[in-house]
């Protein structure tokens, strides 16, 4: 097992959903931002490093029938399957990490809230930004949250590249056209202010 693996495995074993610092009750930013690309309830949805987050549970709901959640940890998502129940068989669950997964479908809408800030090697970032580009179709959002240039230094432990939405896009490149960015305030179960940038 990776250390980044067993990281992640420990975090899920060790917590409950709702005490971890990225725990939103609702995931309102998300599904704001998903719900503006004017992609329909017909398209497919990859949420990279979804862990425990119930953005799958308010897809559901909505009726976007191609859902896929990829995280490292199984752990995660034996949490999150624990809570949808039978409604859980929705959901393709792929356990892999982003940086060396080959996703075995193509998506209109890319999300990850809170994933890419954690590769601070830039070989990580190239094979994050490969797969993402190999798995988005053409005319296709991706939604990256991260910490923002004046947020957290550190997210569970470990350390973060913070962004502008200059510098995000950068990392990018320009096979994507910035069309959005918004500054969000997130806070924690122990009520810490934390500075996102999607
Ligand atoms: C800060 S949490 C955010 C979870 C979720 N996106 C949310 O908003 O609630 C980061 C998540 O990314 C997963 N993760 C970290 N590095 C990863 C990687 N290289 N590939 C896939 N998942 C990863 C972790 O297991 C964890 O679930």
Redesign the pocket.
């Known amino acids: 097992m990776t250390l ?1 693996k067993e990281h ?1 495995e420990n ?2 074993k060790c917590k409950q959903p709702n005490e ?5 009750a609702h ?1 309102e930013m ?1 599904l704001r931002l998903v719900k503006s690309t004017g992609v329909g309830i017909d398209g497919s949805i990859v ?7 119930s ?1 799958s549970d308010v897809l559901i709901k909505d009726g976007y029938p191609k859902i896929t959640v ?4 199984a752990a ?1 998502l034996q949490r999150a399957k624990e809570r949808l129940g039978e409604l859980s068989n929705r959901v393709k669950w792929l356990e ?4 060396e ?1 080959k996703l075995p479908d193509n998506y209109d809408i890319w999300h ?4 890419f800030h ?2 601070t090697n830039a070989d ?1 970032r190239r094979k ?1 930004v490969d797969t993402l580009r190999e798995s988005l179709n053409t005319g296709g959002y991706a939604i990256i ?1 991260t910490f923002s240039i004046d947020g957290p230094v550190k ?2 432990g470990l350390d973060v590249v913070r962004y502008s939405p200059e510098t995000l896009h950068r990392e990018l490149g320009d096979d994507f056209k910035l069309l959005e960015s918004i500054n969000v305030e997130h806070v924690t179960p122990s009520k810490f202010v934390q500075k996102f940038i999607f």
Do not use: K
């Not at 892999?96 to 940086?99: F, V």
């Open positions: 980044r992640w975090i899920y971890v610092g990225w725990y939103e995931p998300s949420d990279v490093g979804g862990g425990a987050s953005l990829l995280d490292i940890s995660a892999g990490d982003i940086t997964a990850d809230r809170a994933v954690f590769l990580d994050y949250g997210c569970s």
